[in-house]
């Protein structure tokens, strides 16, 4: 495989939404998440109310990467390799003794089915993305709870939590202001999203008058798709993509077959009958990449037309559509940001009053390297024994170099390169740190003491 990744040189160039075109004030929307989950279970499944308080430091408990052990109520932080580097029960830290106790120096029972991205399991879950995040600090907080009062050794509440999700997050729930998240977002979109900047819509214009055709494969439903490309991109977001598919249910969009999974045509944002095929651009429903890809080389008469898709999700975004459909991968990492703790360069130079929100934010984010929970990248191997302790990419960090092309912090990151501008990619044969852009993750550098330990 070539050693570099260039957008020219893609035919097509497909976007994530959530995250991804459009970004969100983290810290806002990580709080209504969990309130919005939290006010369920005290509600309608009878939980302490005391899950409604937070404490302003506590979203640092959410990073990206962990696994919750449902059964256990732990939650795990895994090495490359399958094995626990950190663990809590519920909020608290686990020793290294008890992590060694209780895990040992071996791969977690379950890396087996979780390294290989499968996601539906009553064993364990996967944090990979910010929707889900507040969602761990909140089962963390019911382990506490249910520990206080019952003390309990398994753990049976998952049940509720998904209820909860599906309560606040179903398809019906926007157009009927159900649960708190939708009616809260659609009240004061300018609390929650932040407006695409300029340079990002010049990017998109300037791909789509190279010739790309542009796709946007969300599995937001298009009521929720239109409010935020409204906002974020403006009433005429519609004219910057070829192909708008909303509900597309990733990873499943991915894996699943044109039998399984047919694309639909919408009317008034519902669903109608499904289609034998995929003829001509438009804006449709739920659909598969099998039939999107028979579409795309119709448009660009190439019998192997090269795709981009661009995500911040490892699970939904990133290695369904690199492992199933082989397309290129950019993975959006904001965690990059945060690892350097700086503000781009451009957006220091200019002079308050001009920065946008964007900028403003980026500081502020509370989980962008957790204080419990270290490094997204890289973390301390306690020796055995009285072994030095070594130390050892984490599993999510793995999983980047493996199956993204490139990662980068936004959009915004790369969107005044010129198009042919050419990008290291990951590959087996480079370095750990190729494939990021503007540059690697600080914890990956040698002979830096940035790992956080506690």
Same mark, same amino acid.
């Given at each position: 495989?070539?050693?570099?990744?260039s957008?020219?040189?893609?035919?097509v160039?497909?976007?994530d939404?959530d995250?991804?075109? *459009?970004?969100?004030?983290?810290?806002?929307?990580?709080? =209504?998440? +969990?309130?919005?989950f939290?006010h +369920?279970?005290?509600?309608?499944k009878?939980?302490d109310e #005391?899950?409604?308080?937070?404490a302003? !430091?506590? =979203?640092?408990? *959410?990073?990206?990467?962990?696994v919750? !052990?449902i059964?256990?109520?732990n939650? @795990?932080?895994?090495a490359?390799?399958g094995t %626990?580097l950190?663990?809590s029960?519920?909020?608290?830290?686990?020793?290294?003794?008890?992590?060694?106790? &209780?895990?040992?120096?071996k791969?977690?029972k379950?890396?087996?089915?979780?390294?290989?991205m499968?996601?539906?399991?009553a064993k364990y879950y996967l944090?990979?993305?910010y929707?889900? @995040?507040?969602?761990?600090?909140?089962?963390?907080?019911?382990?506490?709870s249910?520990? /206080?009062? !019952?003390? /309990?050794?398994?753990?049976?509440f998952?049940?509720?939590?998904?209820a909860? &999700?599906?309560?606040?997050?179903?398809i019906?729930?926007f157009?009927e202001?159900?649960?708190?998240?939708?009616p809260?977002?659609?009240?004061?979109?300018?609390k929650?999203l /932040?407006?695409?900047?300029?340079s990002?819509?010049?990017?998109l214009?300037?791909?789509?008058?190279?010739?790309? &055709?542009?796709l946007?494969i969300?599995?937001s439903?298009?009521?929720?798709?239109r =409010?935020?490309c409204?906002h974020v991109?403006?009433?005429?977001?519609e004219? +910057?993509?070829d192909?708008?598919?909303?509900?597309?249910?990733k990873?499943?969009?991915?894996?699943h077959?044109?039998?399984?999974?047919?694309f639909?045509?919408?009317?008034?944002?519902e669903?109608?009958?499904a289609?034998?095929?995929?003829?001509?651009?438009g804006w449709?429903? /739920?659909?598969?990449?099998i039939q999107l890809?028979?579409? @795309?080389?119709?448009?660009?008469?190439?019998l192997d037309?090269?795709?981009?898709?661009?995500g #911040?999700?490892m699970h939904?975004?990133i290695?369904p559509?690199?492992h199933?459909?082989?397309w290129?991968?950019v993975?959006?990492?904001?965690?990059l940001?945060?690892?350097?703790g700086i503000?781009p360069?451009?957006?220091?130079s200019?002079?308050?009053?001009?920065?946008g929100?964007?900028e403003?934010?980026?500081?502020? %984010?509370?989980?962008?390297?957790s204080?419990?929970?270290?490094?997204?990248f890289? !973390?301390?191997?306690?020796g055995?024994e009285?072994?030095?302790?070594t130390l050892?990419?984490?599993?999510?960090?793995?999983?980047i $170099?493996?199956? $993204?092309? &490139?990662?980068?912090?936004?959009?915004e990151a790369?969107?005044d390169?010129p198009?042919? +501008?050419?990008?290291t990619?990951?590959?087996?044969?480079s370095?750990?740190?190729?494939g990021?852009?503007? $540059?690697p993750?600080r914890? =990956?550098l040698?002979n830096? #003491?940035?790992?956080t330990?506690?």
């Amino acid at each position: 495989m070539q050693q570099h990744f260039s957008l020219a040189e893609c035919d097509v160039v497909g976007f994530d939404l959530d995250h991804t075109l *459009c970004r969100y004030h983290l810290p806002q929307s990580a709080r =209504l998440i +969990y309130d919005s989950f939290a006010h +369920y279970l005290v509600t309608e499944k009878g939980y302490d109310e #005391d899950l409604l308080t937070l404490a302003p !430091d506590s =979203l640092d408990f *959410c990073c990206k990467g962990l696994v919750l !052990d449902i059964e256990e109520g732990n939650f @795990l932080k895994l090495a490359e390799d399958g094995t %626990v580097l950190r663990a809590s029960h519920g909020t608290k830290s686990m020793t290294i003794e008890e992590v060694l106790e &209780i895990y040992g120096r071996k791969e977690w029972k379950h890396f087996n089915t979780v390294s290989g991205m499968v996601s539906r399991t009553a064993k364990y879950y996967l944090y990979d993305n910010y929707f889900d @995040l507040p969602g761990a600090l909140l089962c963390a907080r019911v382990v506490d709870s249910l520990d /206080q009062h !019952d003390g /309990q050794k398994k753990y049976d509440f998952w049940k509720d939590m998904v209820a909860a &999700i599906q309560h606040n997050y179903k398809i019906s729930a926007f157009k009927e202001d159900c649960g708190m998240y939708f009616p809260e977002v659609k009240n004061h979109p300018d609390k929650y999203l /932040q407006r695409c900047p300029e340079s990002v819509k010049k990017w998109l214009k300037q791909l789509k008058n190279a010739g790309k &055709i542009l796709l946007l494969i969300t599995s937001s439903h298009s009521d929720y798709c239109r =409010l935020l490309c409204e906002h974020v991109l403006g009433n005429d977001f519609e004219e +910057y993509f070829d192909i708008l598919i909303t509900n597309a249910l990733k990873p499943g969009f991915f894996s699943h077959t044109p039998n399984q999974r047919p694309f639909r045509t919408l009317e008034n944002d519902e669903e109608q009958e499904a289609l034998l095929s995929l003829e001509k651009p438009g804006w449709y429903s /739920q659909g598969n990449a099998i039939q999107l890809y028979d579409l @795309l080389k119709k448009m660009t008469g190439k019998l192997d037309p090269k795709v981009v898709y661009f995500g #911040d999700s490892m699970h939904s975004d990133i290695f369904p559509a690199h492992h199933y459909s082989n397309w290129e991968t950019v993975f959006i990492l904001e965690e990059l940001l945060g690892d350097k703790g700086i503000v781009p360069a451009k957006a220091e130079s200019e002079p308050l009053e001009k920065k946008g929100k964007y900028e403003g934010d980026q500081l502020k %984010v509370p989980y962008f390297v957790s204080k419990q929970w270290g490094s997204f990248f890289m !973390d301390r191997l306690p020796g055995l024994e009285n072994a030095e302790e070594t130390l050892v990419h984490t599993w999510s960090c793995k999983c980047i $170099s493996t199956y $993204s092309t &490139i990662a980068i912090p936004s959009l915004e990151a790369i969107a005044d390169l010129p198009l042919d +501008y050419r990008f290291t990619r990951f590959s087996s044969n480079s370095s750990a740190t190729a494939g990021y852009y503007p $540059s690697p993750p600080r914890a =990956l550098l040698p002979n830096e #003491d940035s790992v956080t330990t506690k």
